[in-house]
């Protein structure tokens, strides 16, 4: 956790403009900077680092690493395949999301809400821990 953020304090900027041109692509609307345009022109939406898909990259790597240990399971080449694509899905539903809250301003209060984040964090949960499993599956379900 503390390197994942050292590290983002350097590189925010052009991570949130990596960030805000997916987002507005799939939105199909404008963008400046880390600025989006709302999909129904209602105004424009800005990513700030606490939103970012990058936010939970660390997140996806520790679990992968205690469950792949705590399993007994012996790192090889595949494992990194298995990273990349738990990498990739929490990306993907983190850029997902901010296309979601971007809709609309409804949405936006919706996805920002404490249930909206419970939902959002348990999806990316399930999806973390199963793609860790399924890496040390071997091991975790000959027990």
């Not at 983002?8 to 403009?17: N, S, Y």
């Not at 606490?50 to 399993?71: K, P, R």
């Amino acid at each position: 956790m503390f390197w994942s953020r050292l590290l983002f304090q350097f590189f925010a900027g052009p991570i949130l403009e990596i960030d805000a041109a997916f987002v507005a692509s799939m939105l199909g609307t404008a963008r400046s900077g880390n600025l989006v345009g709302m999909g129904d022109g209602s105004g424009t939406m800005m990513l700030i680092p606490e939103c970012s898909s990058f936010t939970n990259l660390s997140l996806g790597f520790l679990c992968l690493v205690t469950v792949t240990q705590w399993a007994g399971h012996r790192w090889s080449a595949i494992d990194v395949v298995w990273l990349i694509f738990a990498c990739g899905m929490i990306l993907g539903i983190n850029t997902a999301r901010m296309a979601l809250t971007g809709v609309s301003k409804a949405n936006y209060d919706m996805i920002h809400s404490s249930w909206g984040a419970t939902i959002f964090g348990m999806v990316i949960l399930v999806v973390i821990f199963s793609i860790s499993a399924l890496s040390a599956r071997r091991e975790l379900f000959t027990r």
